[in-house]
């Protein structure tokens, strides 16, 4: 399982490096627009780079940034230091440090899948809970196609692939670094050790039973890599 608190001072520097992860964060900024939001959660900010986008989106809106990890935290308090719109707390997924209904838009990147299949359901729950009525959620994250897990080779096979493919972009485009970070957690995907990779389908499930409708499931480029934008509504 990665050391978040001391990856997070070299996660910009091998992220940002990977074409494939800065135009997801256009992507999702183009769909952060559209919501016209003015109270968002970033949940599992990590060092703030969708919060960064959120506040260029959306020039009138605050965000809470919720981490879980120490040194993510201090990262992201660092960057925004001064920064009235944005204020940044401890907390995870599994209980979100939120009003009811206190947002019109939750946001979350790479985050959630780094919960356990268990907690997914609670995840769900919360996110819903902290949603007002009509809002939106922009869940980015990395999926695979098959259900299961071990020790189901099918399974097995489509994290290697979905992994290997998005290591192979990062090859072509020289970011080094990046490539080997995404090998590295192959192993931790495989053995399910802090890497809960699942379906769309199962989050659209639970999603539905706490009240979130998913309208739309949205492949971002090069599809093979597994990444996909779930857009849901409170209802």
């Not at 780079?49 to 993510?72: I, K, Q, R, Y």
């Not at 838009?105 to 996110?127: F, N, Q, T």
């Amino acid at each position: 399982m990665a050391d978040w608190d001391n990856f997070s001072k070299q996660y910009d520097g091998v992220f940002t490096e990977d074409p494939v992860y800065t135009g997801m964060l256009r992507q999702m900024g183009g769909l952060i627009a559209d919501t016209g939001a003015r109270r968002v959660l970033d949940l599992g900010c990590g060092t703030g780079n969708l919060t960064a986008v959120a506040l260029d989106c959306l020039p009138a809106a605050t965000v809470l940034a919720v981490d879980p990890s120490e040194g993510m935290r201090e990262t992201c308090s660092e960057r925004f230091a001064g920064q009235e719109r944005v204020e940044v707390v401890d907390g995870g997924a599994t209980e979100i440090p939120a009003a009811d209904g206190g947002f019109d838009l939750v946001i979350s990147s790479l985050a959630l899948h780094h919960v356990p299949v268990e907690d997914k359901g609670r995840v769900a729950r919360e996110i819903a809970r902290v949603t007002a009525p009509g809002g939106k959620l922009l869940y980015m994250d990395v999926f695979v196609d098959v259900e299961g897990g071990p020790p189901d080779p099918l399974w097995y096979r489509d994290v290697i692939d979905k992994t290997v493919a998005w290591a192979l972009c990062s090859l072509e485009s020289g970011a080094y670094r990046h490539m080997n970070v995404l090998l590295r957690t192959l192993v931790y995907c495989l053995e399910q050790d802090g890497e809960y990779l699942v379906t769309p389908q199962s989050w659209q499930a639970l999603m539905a039973g706490s009240g979130l409708a998913v309208d739309e499931s949205i492949i971002v480029e090069p599809e093979p890599c597994g990444l996909k934008i779930l857009r849901a509504t409170r209802a």
